[in-house]
């Protein structure tokens, strides 16, 4: 038995506690087992359920993502002795609390567990209210390019603040809701809703750190939302560099800009998925041949 090992933690926002209880969500493990709502994640994603809750006297959406560790318990003790790697619910939580402290607006959980055995995550969940909005992506796609141009040069200085506070996050275009059609500031518009990877503490990133982030983030959210024209791809370098607050002058912009298209060569030439954007990432943005490694 290792119940003496084990700890159990559970924090519950005091306005939601009633309305989950009405539903038979009281306990941590009620959350982990709860399979009413409808599902509506992707078979290979963490699951998340939709469900409903009559909050001061409104109903109210909330989506519940849970996830097990599928790590034998007989080896815990040496897996946490060696790296003691977070369960992604825990980093989840983490970052979107780190987001917050830092200004950026990001979903907020109401309710949130974990489950550890020898000081290591095993199983948690994190239970989030629903953002009214629409994806980047959809009004992305429905917009003109002047506001194609306006949400990319948004979305830059949005990872250009990220990078300048030391949050190594890869916000993608999935990853953000668009509250609001007043495009002054990323702030006034963007929420951040799922962030289930990065670091959850604040870091030192270098030029060259930034740029290899910068040109993974170009070539995966073409890929997601299509590709756009040359000039939205200046909006966006635009606005990350207006907000990233380097200090080494144009030498150090060109530096960043240069390691950005070095990365997103790579990952078009070594990730078989990107292979059809490789023609017309030539044509549109000048990135060269690269043979793969």
Not at 30 to 48: A, H, I, N, W
Not at 173 to 194: G, K, Q
Not at 240 to 253: D, F, K, N, T
């Amino acid at each position: 038995m290792l119940t003496k090992f084990s700890s159990e933690h559970l924090h519950v926002n005091a306005n939601v506690r009633s309305a989950l209880q009405e539903v038979g969500l009281c306990e941590f493990q009620d959350f982990m087992t709860y399979s009413e709502g409808q599902l509506v994640s992707r078979p290979e994603k963490l699951p998340v359920h939709k469900l409903y809750l009559m909050v001061d006297g409104q109903q109210r959406k909330y989506f519940l993502k849970k996830k097990a560790s599928r790590f034998p318990y007989g080896a815990l003790r040496v897996w946490f002795q060696i790296q003691n790697p977070p369960l992604r619910i825990t980093r989840e939580l983490k970052i979107l609390e780190l987001m917050r402290q830092q200004g950026i607006p990001v979903a907020s959980p109401v309710a949130w567990g974990e489950l550890k055995i020898l000081g290591c995550s095993i199983k948690g969940f994190i239970l989030v209210e629903e953002v009214i909005g629409k994806t980047f992506m959809d009004v992305y796609r429905k917009s003109s390019l002047r506001v194609r141009r306006r949400l990319f040069r948004l979305y830059g200085e949005l990872m250009g603040i990220l990078h300048r506070k030391g949050i190594d996050s890869k916000v993608r275009p999935e990853d953000l809701l668009c509250v609001s059609d007043n495009y002054a500031n990323f702030r006034n518009c963007f929420v951040v809703i799922d962030r289930e990877h990065g670091q959850p503490h604040l870091v030192e990133l270098s030029i060259e750190q930034c740029g290899t982030r910068l040109g993974e983030i170009w070539v995966k959210g073409m890929y997601r939302t299509g590709l756009g024209e040359r000039s939205e791809l200046l909006a966006f370098l635009s606005g990350y560099l207006s907000e990233a607050g380097w200090q080494s002058g144009e030498r150090g912009r060109m530096k960043l800009v240069e390691q950005a298209f070095d990365r997103a060569t790579e990952v078009l030439y070594q990730d078989h998925r990107f292979a059809h954007l490789q023609k017309e990432f030539q044509r549109l943005y000048g990135i060269g041949q690269k043979t793969p490694a």
